[in-house]
């Protein structure tokens, strides 16, 4: 099946413009995900595809948009025909820069100096909003309309909210890193913004991997469309190995969890730990405690400036600060490509927030760890989690830190007794 796929980018049905671009850029030939998906797209089915980052795939979606786009439609003010949702900013401008660099025989001027072979056609616009940057200039690109609009969730909503832009001649919707943006806790932002799209669109979403959130999203657009089954498409990294994440808890007295945490940072030479905590006093508490201790440490929560936060992740993601203590709130819109470790100091609620926080170490083939630590007053949301992961997570004991208060063993599927006892 794979061996039919065209190898070649002339026979995926590009124009000569686009076929220019993709020359200049230096691509030879289409990578998998691209020759499995550009065909699929340019028929106007749905596709979800996995695929991740490093594979072609931002190609994979923005060639057949722009071959389809490339016909040209005047656009009215404040209304944009595709919508590329993508989980960070760096991302958002990556995508709007393969964008512009792809379409650049598209556009108008060239025409005096440019190969005569090329047919220039309408010009096409692009454009990439992100939250931390003020609205007032993105607004104002937004006024004439923008072919090709790339966006985070947060600041789309925003600018929704705002009037800014309107999607009624909405054409194609993109989720780029679906999984990405489950982790980060942005899907009830992307559901929001869905909700708001005329139901006659083209929905293409892309992947790492998949997961029951990700189809779950997934099947949410096709329910909008009432349309047949999109296509699925997968195509493996050729160097990357599946996400692996190794998880383990350890049963801790709630007054000995710092203690444990600094001996478990010296003891095991941490390089580095992201770790999760319930209230924002308490982040700055530890990140104090772990100081007098001689680790250096910095608290994430909501009541940091702008600018503070931003240094503090700046230095997180280049190494500089090796210990993050984050409210759970506040770390949802922390991304950091290649973390080693996350530490649950507090056990989270829900068994989602635990998928979440965990998904944010072991990525693109990596190893990583997820470390909680449990009180006995957080055996029944362990026994949450664990129904919702379908496996217990493994115990390990610290000599140093025997404990008081024993949480007790766990048994998969455990219904609290006063439930299991009611009768039918
Ligand atoms: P992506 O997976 O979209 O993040 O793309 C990874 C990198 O591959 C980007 O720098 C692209 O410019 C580049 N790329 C995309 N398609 C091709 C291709 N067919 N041949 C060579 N490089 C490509």
Redesign the pocket.
Known sequence: MTNSAPASFSSLQLCDPILKAITA???????PI?QKAIPVILSGKDIIATAQ???????SFVLPILEMFNQGRKLRGKRIRALIITPTRELAVQIET?VAALCQYLQPGLDNNSDSSIKLTSPLTSLAVYGGVDTQAQKERLIEGVDILVATPGRLLDLTHQRALHFDELEVLVIDEADRMVDMGFIDDVDKIVERLPKNRQNLLFSATMNDYVYSLANRFSDAKGAEDATEITVKANTKQAPSIKQWLITVDKDTKSALLSHLIKAQNWDQALIFIEKKHGAAKLASQLEKRGIKAEAFHGDRSQAMREKILADFKSGELKYLVATGVAARGIDIGQLSRVVNYDLPFKPEEYIHRIGRTGRAGNTGEAISFVAMGDFKNLCAIESRLNHIIERKEIAEFPVRKTVPISILNYVPKNKAKRPN
């Open positions: 850029l230096g691509y030879k030939t289409p990578t691209q980052t490093g594979t072609g795939k931002t190609a393969q």
